[in-house]
């Protein structure tokens, strides 16, 4: 008896993978852990595991991989009064090197990514104080606005692809 070939869920990936960015999680998912191609490429040659929010370092110069950490830690001009220095310090390096090196662009977009999020989150924090819900939320809003920026440019600076958890990627 002749069987058509069903591939429509080959179709529905390969529309998935064209439409939507997945990212470097996402690849392999079907596939057991074992046998994931890119699990060799995330262990360093001292034995080093990398999370998934991290990625191997990049083979860049001390300027690019200080100007990646700029790029986190200008968000940090919020708490030196700069009103929304927390977006406009990333953005600002952000322009000024992402045509130089895609390190610096991935770092720069990254940062912008968390800072809108993050801004977000605050502002409905701040209207859900109101009701007393948003107090404990407004604290975990600072505290993460102090230190994931730091964490991320500390990685930036060892020269790592650093992914920012949890956040929407509205910059890509």
């Known amino acids: 008896m002749w069987h058509q070939k069903d591939d429509s869920s080959d179709q529905r990936m390969k529309w998935e993978n064209d439409h939507f960015d997945w990212g470097e999680e996402q690849k392999g998912k079907g596939q057991a852990d074992d046998q994931r191609s890119d699990d060799s490429e995330q262990v360093s040659a001292d034995g080093y595991v990398y999370s998934d929010y991290e990625r191997k370092p990049a083979e860049v ?12 830690l200008a968000a940090l001009s919020f708490y030196f009064g700069i009103p929304l220095g927390n977006i406009l310090g990333p953005l600002g390096l952000w322009i000024f090197g992402k045509n130089k090196t895609s390190f610096v662009d991935y770092h720069g977009k990254e940062s912008l990514n968390f800072q809108i999020c993050l801004t977000m989150y605050m502002v409905v924090s701040g209207i859900l104080a109101f009701v007393m819900i948003g107090f404990p939320m407004l604290a975990i809003g600072l505290l993460a606005s102090f230190v994931m920026p730091i964490i991320a440019g500390l990685k930036a600076n060892e020269g790592v692809y650093y992914r920012y958890p949890a956040i929407v990627r509205f910059i890509k």
């Open 61 to 72: 110069d001390s300027q690019v991989r200080t100007l990646g950490m700029m790029c986190h």
